[in-house]
């Protein structure tokens, strides 16, 4: 037996053993995860049981050294991990910004002593983590950002308004991007600097959005006193940090929309259709031009899938990997547009609802899943931006 | 057919642009929407709206109204849009008020057109039915003969101002399958009716629709406007005047979502320069432009054809709305994108705007179905 | 009986006297019409014949002045005349650039003596004109050109060469565009010229496009000697005489677009698509794709007829013309291009022939038109530079 | 299934694009178009291609070939695509050459694929008809039994290599009516048999297809391919399998065509700088890109599905059929575009690309033929 066929089964064993029962089948969506933190709310006290049990284990970061709290496992046994729990039908331990975002960055770009401090945390889930990199005036220009940093003595003191900070008001520590040279060029005065957000000075507003959910919120910092050993890799060196984050946050923006365009929704938007159009003599679906869009969507997406899967694959064998995470950002979030454009066709007039009589829940959801889905193409750098960085970066066209 | 404002359309459309400019902002539709208004209009707009001449436009002088055509209406309909005004247009001038119109007796007429003109009274078509999607001929809705008039049982959905009506006008079957033209018969019903529930439903718009339940509704035989069981070519009228309005509503909110996408563009500032600087966003935006133009066009000739009962009038009906639905949500589409993050928000109007657009879009009819009928009036 | 209908009639009755009874039915397509010029080709006596009797009533330019050879007929006039004309399936009895391009330019820009010398030579079809504006390296960015015009004594001496001159192995002269001011701002050394094209240094080479037809040609020009009084309009002013002229070119392409898409090919695409496709029971297109594509692309075009229609009554109703001829090319031009891609799909396999046995004329005929329909969005301004025009003039965005 | 080259296949890459390099410039198409040359491709590169051992790939050893699969297969083509090589892989190895490999018996084997592998026959399959489309059930010629064989008649349209072929595998009907999967026989043919008459016809891309009627032309019992009556399976198993090694030959096409014109937007100067500085063409070359990669990795799986013989190797097919062509298809077009005039010149190369694009997209079905067929493979 091979040796990762070894680990699946044990691993396997382990899952079974510990796995709490009530969270067989219990949601995934970001919503309903658990994301940790101070202010975590358990829907099920069992979800903190399974998170102890894997954090023990390591388990909520498998490729993480085991010295900062990770499972220390190889890509191929986290796979196999995540494989098992999904075949046991079981929700991941953990999710969030901590473990796709300011972790990977911290093992690349931090230093030993702001790994032994975050990292374990955050596989813990004691920690929840938000990112303050846009502001008001500074979105798809986000080298144009204008929070002031001062030094002052062993401190620095921020004073400015991060906006599009995703949970702010349910997270406990901040990763961000301040202004600490306004008299360099504008990508080289910029530093990468982590804070508590019970910080004095700090105030965090949600943003209600057209779909009436607030995922984000603007930060609010007047004053505020941050320690000078927070600063990630060197003072006015940040913007390097934050755009391998921000490759980060592309590819996990991508793989979320290229996972619900695939299987996520279970029927597929062909069985999604039979409960709204007719169909003809031969069981087909009788409206030829929704059929057709069906097709090309469907085809569209397992065309995306393939193409993540291919970048895998190469990376895998040793090909370095190129500017794919633009492409798969850019097409995955377009594509998971034209698949809720492509549900609200087929709903028709059942698609229109906000709330209450004569709509049922998916169909509630499925509206506010497509307003939603609109932000897509914004957050995480615009679609612009992205076709930018693969004329420049892939293709080579000048600027 | 002349495809130019006449100069008394020209004032109609500066009258009505003045009055929604002071009257009717964005604001007010949030507002509505924020009180959880019941309604879901305003009233006192409604009535200014009937002092103005507006509601009584397209109704015989006769009845309280103005005798004038769709292609006035059109340009009042144009400036409401601009700002999403959800005063009852569709559903008791344009669906209701015109079923009465086109195919109400004299008794129907007096009865009820001069409230309306006046605007007193309020009027609702339910015709859309669970499963009907855009579908006029699908019709469950059963109409018995009981005791020298019907009895009415089924159920309509979305049904606009269903709650604040006065009456409904009912389709129901008297005859045929589901699907056959023949036996569709539309019935005047007094909204307290027995056995009639209307029951709200919150749309993404947030216009005033319900559900409506007809659970054994007895009317007399003078209920039926137009003859019985021959109400499938009365509907199908109806709904394409109620379409071509709903045309050039469309068309004033997708100009107005548009011309705000631009002043954005000249003024959000992003690298050192307005956004509205950058090459692929110009080309998007000129696109945009002529979609828009193109749908003026159709419209003008939809609500025209109407006035002079064109013999293509429900082809190019058709097009005004297949190039209307694709226009508008192109255009609100894009303004959300171009906006970026605060498009997003609801402190924003574009939000508004977006919603709007598919509900819109999905009223008579999105613009595949359009085509589709285009189609098979092309005999193809 | 209004004006206009006793004009109407007599017209009617001038045409029924006057016109050969050989060329009711002639086609009217561009490369068979009638357009005169020291090389005119006859395929039929009858088309000068037809001509001259047209020309001798002023009827080949009919909203020209009587002092130039035009028929001084009001708007109205020329549209009856026109519509009796297309009602006795009659072709015009004379097409090209002359009536076009450089009539109206030299009626708005010309000198009286220019306009005694070449008007009536048009008008009566004696001279054929061609257009040299672009270079090689001045294609859109057209004020880049470098033909130079040196001035010597009373003529210019021109060098340079000229691309994409229609038509100009044909031509007996040559309006074109040359630098004559090389120190000022691109667009202010640029004179606006007249000449000869038997003058010696002028040489011409058709340019074979991909669709098999030489249409354009490429005009060498070495020591050509131009008199001085063959300036239209002020030396170094000709960019302002330019630009009127392409905005001529722009709706005159558009209109023949927009034509050829309406009503040009008699049995529309719908009655194209019964002789390649199968018909459900219903007698309808069983393909629905294609179905949706042909009503789209006929839907589309209702659309834009009626926005030309929209622009000439709002310009008869007195309002000035906006910036429409961009939109009207760039529309008309990507119309036609689709619905001969919507041809391409309806003939399939019988849509790929070049010559010879198994495709028969008309799909000959489509295969190259669709070859040569990819040149309408570039020539005459491509389809960038119309949307940058309107983006520019219409949505007043910045550069 | 990996989607990536093995160390093989890598080595096989570069083998080929070498050889294209220096053997095979689009030059040679230009010529041979220009040549009016009847056989449309050349024999002696056809040789060195059975030398190279390319030829044999898909074919097993004992015949000759090399054994290998679809995957190598299709990095040889993508390779000669890049150049819209012409020499007859189509008609030879993948059309009839697979009829006979997948289908035939081991008489036809041995007659044929040895002197195929070794570059030295030429086939064709003959199936498509003047009215037929892509649908391949669409069969008008007939075989009748006749003297312990079968006498054919029928007319076939667009025979890839008929006139430089040695025989013809045609398609034709010893049973079942026009549309029927039963029915459906596949003979191979020699080319001189009595009754059988190729016309050569003049396509855009100019490779060699002709006319060929079969006027009783009788072959005996041998002659069929698999069982009588039962050659639709077999005709859509080796029609899948040519699609998917067009697709290869596309993507190398459309990479060609893309590259060059990515190469022109950085050379090409106006307005004083790079026409590829101009944002609407950056991002327009960037969604071309996208195409592309996606059609990549469509057409690795369908080559890969088909060497494993997956369970949806005919979905994966549609699959990579559909988005190479729509992906081809805009790829030409837009390098005509941004080519601007000169790309509308014989001159240059981009018009065989565009000419190449169309006649790719239709050969064995168009992308909405592929998406339909996508849709029945679904179940709805």
Chains 1, 3 share one sequence.
Not at chain 2, 53 to 62: C, N, Q
Not at chain 2, 176 to 198: Q, R, S, Y
Not at chain 2, 204 to 216: P, Q, S
Request: hydrophobic share 45%.
């Amino acid at each position: 037996m091979a040796e990762i066929d070894a680990f699946r089964d044990e691993i396997a064993r382990w899952i079974a053993a510990n796995a709490p029962k009530s969270l067989v089948g219990a949601p995934t969506a970001e919503l309903e995860g658990v994301w940790g933190g101070r202010k975590a709310k358990w829907s099920n006290p069992d979800q903190k049981r399974w998170l102890d049990a894997c954090a023990e284990r390591g388990l909520t970061a498998p490729e993480w050294p085991r010295a900062y709290g990770g499972g220390g496992l190889t890509r191929e046994e986290a796979k196999a991990f995540r494989q098992e729990l999904a075949k046991a039908k079981l929700p991941p331990p953990l999710i969030g910004f901590g473990l796709t975002m300011i972790g990977p960055t911290l093992l690349m770009f931090g230093n030993e002593e702001q790994k032994r401090e975050h990292l374990p945390k955050i596989c813990r889930g004691e920690i929840r983590w938000c990112q303050g990199y846009s502001e008001p005036g500074a979105g798809s220009d986000l080298a144009g950002l204008q929070t002031r940093a001062v030094l002052d003595g062993d401190h620095y003191v921020l004073n400015g308004q991060k906006i599009w900070t995703s949970y702010a008001d349910l997270a406990d520590w901040q990763f961000c991007l301040v202004r600490t040279d306004p008299n360099a060029k504008k990508q080289e005065g910029i530093t990468f600097l982590l804070f508590d957000m019970d910080t004095p000075g700090v105030s965090v507003k949600p943003i209600r959005l057209i779909s009436g959910s607030s995922p984000f919120c603007e930060t609010f910092l007047t004053d505020v006193r941050v320690p000078v050993k927070n600063v990630v890799g060197k003072v006015n060196g940040g913007w390097t940090v934050a755009k391998a984050l921000l490759a980060h946050e592309r590819t996990m923006i991508a793989d979320a929309f290229g996972g619900a365009a695939g299987g996520g929704k279970s029927k597929g938007l062909s069985g999604f259709a039979r409960d709204y159009l007719e169909l003809d003599e031969a069981g087909r679906l009788a409206d030829a031009s929704l059929r057709h869009r069906i097709a090309q969507t469907e085809m569209d997406t397992r065309a995306f899938l393939l193409t993540t899967q291919r970048a895998r694959d190469a990376a895998k064998a040793g090909h370095a990997p190129g500017s794919e995470s633009s492409m798969f950002k850019v097409y995955g979030t377009e594509l998971n547009q034209r698949r809720l454009e492509v549900m609200l066709a087929i709903a028709g007039p059942q698609a229109l609802g906000w709330e209450g009589a004569g709509f049922d829940d998916a169909e509630l959801a499925m509206t506010r899943d497509w307003l939603r889905s609109r932000a897509n193409t914004i957050e995480g750098g615009t679609s612009e931006i992205q076709l930018n960085i693969i004329a420049k970066r892939v293709l080579g066209l000048p600027d | 057919m002349q495809l130019v404002l006449t100069e008394d359309q020209e004032l109609l459309a500066k009258t009505a642009a003045d009055w929604v400019r002071e009257h009717s902002p964005v604001s007010r539709v949030r507002q509505l929407r924020d009180a959880n208004d019941p309604l879901g209009f305003s009233r006192a707009h409604w009535k200014q709206m009937a002092e103005l001449g507006w509601v009584g436009i397209p109704f015989d002088e006769a009845h309280g109204g103005a005798g004038m055509g769709f292609a006035d209406l059109a340009v009042v309909l144009e400036a409401l849009g601009r700002t999403l005004a959800p005063e009852p247009f569709f559903s008791t001038v344009l669906l209701a008020g015109q079923a009465i119109a086109q195919g109400g007796s004299d008794a129907h007429k007096q009865a009820w057109l001069p409230g309306v003109c006046a605007g007193e009274k309020i009027l609702a078509l339910a015709y859309q039915e669970p499963h009907s999607r855009y579908d006029l001929l699908r019709v469950a809705t059963q109409a018995r003969p009981e005791g020298g008039g019907f009895r009415l049982d089924g159920q309509k959905i979305q049904v606009l101002d269903a709650a604040a009506a006065d009456a409904l006008v009912v389709v129901a079957r008297t005859g045929g399958g589901e699907h056959e033209e023949e036996g569709i018969t539309l019935f005047l019903v007094p909204k307290d009716a027995p056995g009639l529930a209307v029951t709200p439903q919150t749309r993404i718009d947030h216009r005033a629709a319900a559900l409506v339940r007809i659970d054994g509704v007895h009317v007399d035989a003078g209920a039926a406007i137009g003859g019985v069981g021959e109400g499938a070519p009365l509907l199908a009228q109806v709904v394409d005047r109620a379409t071509a309005g709903l045309c050039a509503e469309m068309l004033g909110s997708m100009s107005q979502v548009f011309e705000d996408t631009v002043a954005y563009l000249k003024t959000r500032q992003q690298f050192g320069v307005p956004i509205g600087s950058f090459q692929a966003l110009k080309h998007r935006a000129a696109k945009v432009y002529m979609e828009i133009e193109l749908a003026r066009s159709a419209v003008m000739a939809a609500v025209r054809a109407l006035d002079e009962n064109a013999a293509d009038v429900a082809k190019l009906v058709s097009l005004a709305k297949a190039r209307c639905s694709d226009a508008f949500v192109l255009a609100a589409n894009e303004a959300v994108q171009m906006f970026g993050g605060v498009g997003m928000t609801d402190e924003y109007d574009v939000g508004f705007y977006i919603k709007r657009s598919r509900v819109a879009e999905m009223t008579f009819g999105d613009a595949a179905w359009h085509r589709e009928r285009w189609a098979r009036l092309g005999g193809y």
